[in-house]
């Protein structure tokens, strides 16, 4: 998820009640073009299988075409490919979480920062 | 929290490992400022007191100056305001928030949404 100083950005993308496309989903498709399956891609994210293939499955519902292929057979070993349609969509969410961070940096940011601890002070008992 | 068409953005300022602003945050500083104390704040959000409280003392341990003040005595409707250091620290992040929903609504988000589905197919069974 992009940082800007102590700043968290998050980008969802939702179709209907489901969520198409976020940082982890985002995550999962670079680790699936990489690893070549989705378990291999959930493993090196430290995601379970389960996991992995639902955000596939919803990714694989809410956009026009499928972002990843799975090849017949072979259980959940078997490979998977992210498809043209999904490197779109990739590329497409990546441009904007840059054109995000890059418009954080600005004035009010500043002012923010200027506000913020480094760190937090300790709890206060009570209420 | 921002919706730009089916895009939802969110923000959030982290201190050490504590969340110093976000949404949530966001919504109980007004909230507060609108219902005079943190029960009713909360009530109004549909929160917990506890959460409402909890989220108010991370508030005041991660900033500079507290953002909530409670008037002494009264137990938990005793009455709350925001600070001026809780008003600025309001007033930048929703100047932050707006520049991110500014920002977002260019041509990458364009890209996306011309291959989101405006609907979710339904679930495959399998996996």
């Not at 291999?40 to 955000?55: K, V």
Request: hydrophobic share 40%.
């Amino acid at each position: 998820m992009p940082l800007v100083g102590p700043l968290k950005i998050k980008a969802q993308l939702r179709c209907g009640s489901d969520f198409a496309m976020g940082p982890g989903k985002a995550d999962l498709l670079e680790a699936i073009d990489r690893e070549g399956s989705i378990s291999a891609a959930g493993r090196a994210l430290g995601m379970s299988y389960r996991r992995a293939w639902l955000l596939v499955d919803e990714m694989n519902r809410t956009w026009k075409r499928p972002l990843v292929e799975t090849v017949a057979g072979g259980g959940k070993d078997r490979g998977a490919h992210v498809t043209e349609t999904g490197r779109q969509v990739l590329a497409a969410y990546r441009d904007l979480e840059a054109r995000l961070v890059e418009s954080a940096g600005g004035e009010a940011l500043a002012r923010l920062q200027r506000l913020l601890l480094d760190e937090p002070r300790p709890s206060q008992k009570g209420a």
